[in-house]
């Protein structure tokens, strides 16, 4: 696709219920970012890819919280045992090569009830 | 440590002014910086990059500036409309592990501008 795609664009879930979140990165890009975002603040760094590998995932906040990139492609974001906590929206972002210009999904709201 | 700051969260203008957003950042080690446009409901939006081998790029309409010694940036927006009502974030790229092959986008908390007709 032309640009950075992300599903579902909303997702409801149940307190300690499991959920995936996926992105389609633009294709070719090797760098793919996972960010955080709460209302008022701006997106909080989550992991990073370089190709398969997470270069860094020091942004995740706790174990529930992983994330794949198996093919260097398509990435999904998975939470375990999701807590109110984790309501927010989380933004997809990719890269042409590292230290590049990053063009970001529109995000998929995720709301814990 | 590794932040980026913003000194203004509101700025509101009138149609037709020029419109200066600042940023601050904390860390030498950054070398790249980027300013992203974010409406409501939508992801941030590329509007600029700058390297820190620069001081001055220019966009159409916008221009960044990069003032090392101080760790500072500003977004330049001339002749603001009111599309251009939004909220603004500068982001740097920061080398992280050793060889500083890898990078890490951090964000600021945002400026929300308001462009009054």
């Known amino acids: 696709g032309a640009g950075v795609s992300q599903t579902p664009s909303n997702k409801v879930t149940e307190k300690g219920k499991y959920v995936e979140l996926r992105c389609d990165p633009i294709s070719g890009h090797t760098a793919l970012y996972w960010y955080r975002q709460s209302l008022g603040q701006g997106p909080e760094f989550l992991i990073y890819f370089q190709g398969t590998g997470a270069a860094d995932d020091s942004g995740l906040p706790n174990d529930r919280f992983f994330a794949v990139r198996p093919e260097g492609s398509v990435s999904t974001l998975k939470i375990q045992r999701t807590e109110r906590g984790d309501s927010a929206v989380y933004l997809c972002?990719?890269?042409?090569?590292?230290?590049?210009?990053?063009?970001f999904g529109q995000g998929t709201r995720l709301t814990v009830v | 440590g590794e932040s980026v700051g913003l000194h203004l969260p509101t700025l509101s203008v009138q149609e037709g002014d020029n419109s200066i957003i600042n940023c601050a950042y904390s860390?030498?080690?950054?070398?790249?910086f980027i300013w992203y446009k974010q409406e409501s409901g939508k992801g941030p939006q590329f509007i600029i990059d700058i390297r820190s081998n620069m001081d001055k790029r220019q966009g159409q309409r916008v221009t960044v500036l990069l003032n090392k010694t101080v760790k500072h940036l500003s977004l330049q927006i001339a002749a603001t409309q009111p599309g251009d009502s939004a909220v603004y974030f500068c982001?740097?790229?920061?080398?992280?592990?050793?060889?500083?092959?890898?990078?890490?986008?951090?964000f600021g908390k945002g400026t929300l501008l308001t462009v009054n007709p």
């Open positions: 860390n030498s080690a950054s070398d790249y």
């Open positions: 972002a990719s890269s042409l090569r590292r230290n590049t210009e990053a063009f």
């Open positions: 982001a740097e790229n920061l080398p992280i592990g050793s060889g500083g092959s890898n990078y890490k986008l951090t």
